[in-house]
Nanobody
Framework: QVELVESGGGLVQPGGSLQLSCVASRSTFSAYFMGWYRQAPGKQRELVATIPSGGVINYADSVKGRFTISRDNFKNTMYLQMNSLKPEDTAVYYC???????????WGQGTQVTVSS
């Protein structure tokens, strides 16, 4: 079993920045897929950004140029740097990981991001 713990959410004004972190209880050197998703009230969960091991980073069109996903396997941590935040970015943000030899999707508990003046 793997635990993913997100942190870094909060309340920020439009145009502000936040950095989310997702720490895994298993070495992320073996995580062939990691990504950030978000779910706004009354909406389905949607992909924000993905960072496969050795693959191409992918962003949702709505966050391209504003968000940056990265991972530090030595710290078992994935990050999401969010700049130029907009009210429509308000959501609970979840991290997801899939590990080699274990095809289960692991999810964190989520962290709330609220963009409001």
């Amino acid at each position: 079993q793997v635990e993913l713990v997100e942190s870094g959410g909060g309340l920020v004004q439009p145009g502000g920045s936040l950095q989310l972190s997702c720490v895994a209880s298993r070495s992320t050197f073996s995580a062939y897929f990691m990504g950030w998703y978000r779910q706004a009230p009354g909406k389905q969960r949607e992909l924000v950004a993905t960072i496969p091991s050795g693959g191409v980073i992918n962003y949702a069109d709505s966050v391209k140029g504003r968000f940056t996903i990265s991972r530090d396997n030595f710290k078992n941590t994935m990050y999401l740097q969010m700049n130029s935040l907009k009210p429509e970015d308000t959501a609970v943000y979840y991290c997801k990981a899939v590990f080699a030899g274990d095809l289960k999707d692991y999810w964190g508990q989520g962290t709330q991001v609220t963009v409001s003046s």
